[in-house]
Nanobody, 123 residues
Framework: QVQLVESGGDLLQPGGSLRLSCAASGFTLDDYPIGWFRQAPGKEREGISCISSSDSTSYYADSVKGRFTVSRDGAKNTVYLQMNSLKPEDTATYYC????????????????WGRGTQVTVSS
């Protein structure tokens, strides 16, 4: 059974750091491009990062560039999103997804999604 599970969300203060995990079962994550998305209450879902399958090149939206880093751990079949210098506007539910390709920071044709993990940044 194909499954993606995000974890690592938390409540933290501005300026803090957090690492989200996206663990896969039923398939090998390294074989696919992986995208990270987020959705804040009342807002549309936003693609924030994508990591390619071929050479693990990573791409970032301007809103997170320089603060977020995506990486793979093939041994654990997991993709991570390291988030630093967090801001209140980063508050959202974060999702990972498997898709067809990266179009810059946006994952094209996402076809498997996790259920999300909540990140809240507040003082």
């Amino acid at each position: 059974q194909v499954q993606l599970v995000e974890s690592g969300g938390d409540l933290l203060q501005p300026g803090g750091s957090l690492r989200l995990s996206c663990a896969a079962s039923g398939f090998t994550l390294d074989d696919y491009p992986i995208g990270w998305f987020r959705q804040a209450p009342g807002k549309e879902r936003e693609g924030i990062s994508c990591i390619s399958s071929s050479d693990s090149t990573s791409y970032y939206a301007d809103s997170v560039k320089g603060r977020f880093t995506v990486s793979r751990d093939g041994a654990k079949n997991t993709v991570y999103l390291q988030m630093n210098s967090l801001k209140p506007e980063d508050t959202a539910t974060y999702y990972c997804a498997v898709g067809l390709s990266c179009s810059s920071h946006y994952l094209v044709e996402a076809h498997y999604w996790g259920r999300g993990t909540q990140v809240t940044v507040s003082s």
